[in-house]
């Protein structure tokens, strides 16, 4: 059995290797987002390896929280947490965004990889849909929690500010929202792109609680999860400040390696840089 | 060996020629900029760009309002969300008021390889088609996507133009005609006809070549423009040939196939098969792998015209 209830220094080191396996997926695969993986993988390790309620085991378990990824470009880091934490073998990984595989380039319900709640890959759509979740599970009066993980460049897309007034208005306090901040889209700096700030005003103008942190630091993270849990009657933002790139000395803050995987040689140097060489 | 170039390129140098022919034509960007060759246009006039960020409604919407202002908006993302995420937006605004946007559908079909089935746009020429005053071109390749471009820019009312990622074979001449609405005769022949359009023509022509050497004269028709729909080029192939095969990079209900067989039933009922997407969505994986994965080869066409051949009794 995997531990899902790990210490900070358990899930900095099950972090580093998933980023060791998000680059040699990409390099496997010779296409892929970078960038928003690795900014994104700590939140995420942070939630499988001790926040979430789930089991690996049991994919569908009754009593789970949902996890939705918004922005299903990152999925290889959802991968690489999905089959760390026992959904599925490690060694499919390989198979990332190859004909047949499980493992599609944006998430794919159809394709029956444990884990994945819904397709994905049309930014602004997961907000809603945890949302719809996070009702359906009132109206049943289960205590699961819904989180979604959601790009700060996806904040410009109009119906992630439907989702959140919807959220906001039936008072969805079992949803949480992390919104990765890593400051870049594909065509630049979000805020030369279309600016989204103030977000943390915006998202409290629509009846959200708000809660910063840093998306690289484990503790804070948890602390984060933590207050978002016990929260009351509003539906949780985490703005988790965070680096596009990180771990990756050149890949970081660096737009160009949003939609780009590393060559073999380029993948060498991020190994080594990450330990794993 | 044919030279290979992706018809996305042939878009972003379209509109800068346009941006230079006409100081009205305007280009709004949705964060793919970059991979949809907008950003020819941005270099060239960086005071006629506007970034609207990862907004597909939006930028439909500031679209119809910068037209109504007397300006000639390009908007383009992949063809996925610029036909479908705004498609509301595309029907009721641009279509019904008849706005003058113009609007550049990029990864066009299966061929967008690794992305897979959420980034694969194999509806467009369904979704677009159906809407009432759109004009719909899929250019066969670069050279002429940049000439569809062109024309897209210069006719008044809305347009979408389809254009893919990857680099395909760039075969047709500069000195080429290219209206919308007049098909291309691109090979003549009298035993079956192809009626393709985008990187299907090619396709068609490798199928025909082959053909020729059992004796089979294959007629192929380049339909770039799928609305409005050339209809006498439909009725000469099943006059003269007597059988049609018509193929897409795209779904095989509501596109280009039906388009075409719409015109058939009507005018000239010949037997029919179909090269297209079978009613699934895509996968990832490589391209050219895709392609066949897909049936969309040349020597899928030529297995659809056999079928059609011996249907046709011939
Ligand atoms: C509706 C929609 N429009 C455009 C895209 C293409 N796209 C994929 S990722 C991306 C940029 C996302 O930026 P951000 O949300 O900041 O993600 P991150 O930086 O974390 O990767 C875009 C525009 C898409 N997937 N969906």
Redesign the pocket.
């Known amino acids: 059995m995997v531990n899902l209830n790990m210490s900070v220094s358990e899930l900095e080191e099950q972090a580093r290797q998933c980023r060791i396996d998000i680059i040699r997926m990409l390099a496997e695969a010779g296409s892929g987002?970078s960038?928003?993986s690795l900014?994104?993988v700590d939140i995420l390790v942070a939630l499988y390896f001790n926040f979430m309620k789930h089991d690996p085991e049991s994919p569908t378990w009754e009593e789970r929280d949902f996890f939705i990824l918004s922005?299903?470009?990152?999925c290889p880091a959802l991968y690489t947490a999905l089959a760390r934490a026992g959904y599925f073998p490690v060694e499919e990984l390989m198979t990332l965004r190859k004909l047949d595989s499980r493992l599609q380039g944006h998430p794919a319900k159809n394709k029956g990889l444990p884990g994945i709640e819904v397709s994905s890959?049309?930014?602004?759509q997961g907000l809603g849909i945890g949302a719809g979740v996070a009702l359906g599970l009132k109206i049943d009066g289960r205590p699961n929690r819904v989180w979604c993980l959601?790009?700060?460049?996806?904040m410009q897309?109009g119906s992630i500010w439907e989702s959140a007034m919807a959220a906001g208005h039936y008072r969805l306090d079992n949803l949480a929202t992390i919104v990765?901040m890593?400051g870049?889209?594909?065509d630049g700096e979000?805020c030369k792109v279309m600016n989204i700030e103030p977000l943390d005003e915006k998202f409290r103008a629509f009846n959200w609680n708000v809660v910063k942190c840093g998306g690289h630091d484990m503790a804070d993270l948890l602390r984060a999860y933590e207050e978002a849990s016990g929260c009351k009657d509003k539906p949780t933002a985490i703005l988790a400040k965070t680096v596009?790139g990180k771990g990756v000395s050149f890949m970081e803050n660096v737009a160009g390696w949003?939609?780009k995987a590393p060559n073999a040689d380029e993948a060498e140097i991020a190994l080594k840089e990450l330990g794993a060489l | 060996m044919v030279d290979m170039k992706p018809t996305k390129n042939g878009f972003g140098e379209g509109l800068v020629e346009l941006g230079r022919r006409n100081p009205r034509v305007v280009a709004l960007g949705?964060?793919?900029t970059g991979s949809v060759m907008v950003s020819l246009f941005k270099d060239a006039f960086p005071d006629r760009f506007f970034s609207i960020g990862?907004a597909?409604q939006n930028a439909a919407q500031i679209a119809a309002g910068l037209s109504l202002a007397g300006f000639v908006p390009f908007f383009s993302?992949?063809g996925v969300?610029a036909s479908g995420?705004c498609w509301d937006q595309i029907r009721t605004t641009i279509c019904y008021t008849e706005l003058n946007v113009k609007i550049g559908g990029a990864h066009g079909g299966i061929s967008v390889g690794p992305d897979g089935a959420?980034?694969q746009a194999l509806e467009e020429i369904g979704n677009m088609r159906a809407i009432p005053n759109m004009t719909v071109i899929v250019p066969a390749d670069a050279t002429e996507t940049r000439k569809a471009t062109i024309a897209a820019g210069e006719m008044l009312g809305p347009c979408y133009v389809r254009f893919g990622r990857e680099a395909v074979p760039s075969w047709t001449k500069e000195d080429d005609p290219f209206e919308i609405g007049n098909a291309n005769l691109v090979r003549d022949g009298n035993d079956v006809a192809v009626i393709a359009c985008g990187v299907m023509v090619y396709e068609a022509l490798c199928a025909a070549e082959e053909l020729e050497k059992e004796g089979i004269s294959v007629r192929v028709v380049n339909l770039h423009t799928v609305k409005p729909i050339d209809t006498g080029a439909i009725v000469s192939c099943a006059e003269k040939c007597g059988c049609i095969v018509a193929a897409e990079e795209h779904q095989i209900y509501g596109g280009f196939c039906g388009a075409v067989a719409e015109q058939v039933v009507q005018h000239c009922p010949v037997p029919m098969e179909f090269v297209a997407v079978d009613d699934r969505f895509g996968e990832s994986g490589d391209p050219e792998e895709l392609m066949s994965e897909f049936g969309l080869t040349s020597s899928d066409i030529v297995s659809a015209i056999r079928n059609v051949l011996k249907r046709s009794g011939k």
């Open positions: 987002h960038g928003g900014s994104s922005k299903g470009h990152v890959g049309s930014l602004g959601n790009g700060d460049g996806e897309e990765d890593n870049l889209q594909i979000v596009k949003h939609g | 949705c964060d793919i990862i597909e993302t992949y969300f995420r959420t980034h």
